[in-house]
């Protein structure tokens, strides 16, 4: 009997050992199978793929070409851009810079669109789609204050937004698949655009010269303070920024003594009256949620306290994201300017100029670069950014083929067009990985 039982026990014990071993085994089996029926990331949402990343950060991909990223240069570059800042359409210096460096690399050809924006272009191996990457090179007409030792050496000029370290990125990711044209299939150009800054802006100029009339997709990225450094923000679907428009309006009134309104026309209380009502545009003309603004930035009438000023002089900045919305809010503003105006008696000049639209993101293009970014840095380093509340000239681009826009952490500091602002060097390395990344997928899937 202790025979029998003993016996029983050991069979009891294998069964149990083999089933522990292969239940693992018909689990990764399992695994295998459901990712062969969907494919790589198949027909998920934008929520879904972000929820895989941040939860589960695929590893970073150890691509070969990532040892020819110059990363000494990428940072020589960027401080020599923002030692000597040029603003918009005035970058005479910061072109031939940039054109000196592109001339030096292999299989490059270049491009002057314009008086101060080049253009660098790489022909891959194989024939194949063409995609193009911008940066833009303009600085602002603001003085630095962050005391860096490679500060800027003009007077009130500074590159306060940025537009160094995009310049540097995009020289570096032209260095790094210069080197590499046995694996690019198609053609890709390095876009190096003077004034984004000041409209009507450098893109337009680009866009209407037709240097650009054979590119299938474009890609942009900006640097922004407080994220974290080295990682890529993805900006949304569809309006990704603001549309911006601007008006300056003179009010004319008729002077008089301050102890007199009454032979007067006040074109302060004209002015005060518009501001108000322009404030119920937002809140009862535009669709609740739809990111809309109108601010008033400029408000100046008069020299003394006892004299009734004969004008006043407003100007506004008008932010929208759709097109409906932007002819609407300019409907509205004009005919409140129109009505209130002619109410109290006054007369008007008014100068409405409508300058960048917003970006709206492509989706395919969208959705390629989240996968791009997270393929090369790891998911764990990629984000949904918000909506830039700002405008850009990268829109215009959208006039020739789909868009895609993301963004560069860069740590905390000041924001951009601070006196303070300032870039954490170490994120630039992530962004050119990010760049030559989007740019491979794009060509050669």
């Not at 050991?10 to 069964?15: E, H, I, K, N, P």
């Not at 990343?53 to 960027?78: E, F, G, H, Q």
């Not at 303070?225 to 009134?253: M, Y």
């Not at 000041?414 to 794009?442: C, R, T, W």
Request: net charge negative; with cysteine; proline share 6%.
């Amino acid at each position: 009997m202790k025979k029998i039982l003993l016996l029983i026990a050991v069979l009891c014990s294998g069964m149990l050992q083999c089933c522990s071993q292969s239940e693992p085994e018909a689990r990764s089996e399992t695994n295998k199978e459901n990712k062969t029926e969907a494919g790589p990331e198949a027909e998920l949402s934008p929520q879904v793929q972000t929820a895989q990343t941040n939860n589960t950060p695929p590893i970073a991909s150890n691509a070969s070409w990532v040892k020819n990223i110059p990363t000494d240069d990428l940072i020589k570059w960027r401080r020599h851009i923002h030692q000597n800042p040029e603003v918009s359409f005035r970058e005479e210096q910061t072109s031939k810079y940039v054109e000196g460096i592109l001339r030096s690399l292999p299989n490059m050809e270049i491009q002057k669109p314009g008086k101060t924006s080049v253009i660098g272009i790489l022909k891959g191996a194989q024939p194949g789609k063409t995609v193009a990457f911008r940066a833009d090179m303009d600085a602002l007409p603001l003085q630095e204050e962050t005391g860096l030792p490679y500060s800027s050496k003009v007077k009130n000029v500074s590159h306060a937004c940025g537009h160094d370290a995009h310049t540097a990125m995009l020289l570096a990711t032209a260095s790094t698949l210069s080197k590499m044209p046995d694996q690019i299939k198609g053609t890709i150009y390095f876009i190096f655009q003077h004034a984004e800054e000041q409209p009507p802006g450098g893109a337009l100029d680009i866009v209407n010269s037709g240097a650009l009339k054979d590119v299938d997709a474009f890609f942009g990225m900006h640097v922004l303070p407080n994220f974290p450094a080295g990682h890529i923000g993805i900006l949304p679907v569809g309006a990704a920024s603001t549309a911006q428009d601007i008006f300056n309006l003179t009010i004319i009134g008729k002077g008089s003594h301050g102890s007199m309104p009454h032979l007067g026309i006040d074109p302060i209380v004209v002015g005060a009256a518009i501001v108000t009502a322009l404030q119920s545009v937002v809140s009862r003309n535009v669709t609740p949620g739809e990111m809309t603004v109108v601010s008033i930035g400029k408000f100046q009438s008069g020299d003394a306290p006892n004299v009734i000023a004969d004008r006043a002089e407003l100007a506004a900045s008008i932010r929208t994201t759709s097109e409906e919305t932007r002819k609407m809010v300019e409907t509205r503003i004009k005919g409140i300017i129109e009505n209130i105006t002619k109410a109290y008696g006054a007369t008007y000049k008014l100068e409405y100029i409508p300058t960048y639209p917003a970006i709206q993101n492509d989706a395919a293009l969208t959705s390629q670069a989240r996968n791009s970014a997270a393929a090369i840095l790891g998911g764990n380093q990629i984000f949904d950014a918000p909506m830039m509340t700002a405008s850009e000239d990268f829109a215009y681009y959208r006039k020739i083929a789909p868009v895609g826009f993301v963004t560069l952490g860069i740590g905390n500091g000041a924001a951009n067009h601070n006196p303070k602002f300032n870039v954490d060097e170490s994120a630039l390395q992530n962004g050119v990985k990010a760049q030559v990344q989007m740019i491979l997928d794009y060509l050669n899937n």
